[in-house]
T-cell receptor
Framework: QQPVQSPQAVILREGEDAVINCSSS?????VHWYRQKHGEAPVFLMILLKGGEQKGHEKISASFNEKKQQSSLYLTASQLSYSGTYFC??????????????FGKGTLLTVNP | EAEVAQSPRYKITEKSQAVAFWCDPISGHATLYWYRQILGQGPELLVQ????????DSQLPKDRFSAERLKGVDSTLKIQPAELGDSAMYLC?????????????FGPGTRLTVL
């Protein structure tokens, strides 16, 4: 089951904030966030685990709501370099050795001067 | 900084032809993934290797796709015969081990166009 991302697209002016959400109908074990610029490979941003552990870049913040089966990525004081498509990858279920990410369709973020 | 290498970067082929993509993961990474990404969509896992063993190929169209990682290092993904619907970006990724706390590092991808 593919996680659902919202919004599908957002346009900001430099310095503005944005929130990108990733929701699942199945229990989330962990969520990975990646950013992909046009024509480039996805780049890792953050991992959030059920239970509260986090791992990622200092300037990126995110949350994991176990009750809502949702993760949110917070982009504050946006810069032009933040532009790109943001994907969440969900690890569904209880974890295990055959770790597999199911990615959402992405959120296109455009930051204008 | 270590990177995942992929080649070729671009491939144009005619339908019914065979194509092959190569991936060299970051040194020491035991887990290797092949993804297909259709324009406007997120990556979709095709096959996952742990060392040289396949641990998930449930989404791999096995009638035409094959993947191998013979020595547990680099990997090849093959399509034979290619179909029009195979046009997509094929991404390779690796991680130190498979696990919820281990990020995946993606290569630059191979853009396949089937005519």
């Amino acid at each position: 089951q593919q996680p659902v991302q919202s919004p599908q697209a957002v346009i900001l002016r430099e310095g503005e904030d944005a929130v990108i959400n990733c929701s699942s109908s199945k229990a989330l074990y962990s969520v990975h966030w990646y950013r992909q610029k046009h024509g480039e490979a996805p780049v890792f941003l953050m991992i959030l685990l059920k239970g509260g552990e986090q791992k990622g870049h200092e300037k990126i913040s995110a949350s994991f709501n176990e009750k809502k089966q949702q993760s949110s990525l917070y982009l504050t004081a946006s810069q032009l370099s933040y532009s790109g498509t943001y994907f969440c990858g969900a690890h569904l279920g209880s974890g295990g050795s055959n770790y597999k990410l199911t990615f959402g369709k992405g959120t296109l973020l455009t930051v204008n001067p | 900084e270590a990177e995942v290498a992929q080649s070729p970067r671009y491939k144009i082929t005619e339908k019914s032809q065979a194509v092959a993509f190569w991936c060299d993961p970051i040194s020491g990474h035991a887990t290797l993934y092949w993804y297909r990404q259709i324009l406007g969509q997120g990556p979709e896992l095709l096959v996952q290797f742990q060392d040289e063993s396949v641990v998930d190929d449930s989404q791999l169209p096995k009638d035409r796709f094959s993947a191998e990682r013979l020595k547990g290092v680099d990997s090849t993904l093959k399509i034979q015969p290619a179909e029009l619907g195979d046009s997509a970006m094929y991404l390779c990724a690796s991680s130190r081990i498979a696990g919820a706390y281990n990020e995946q590092f993606f290569g630059p991808g191979t853009r396949l166009t089937v005519l």
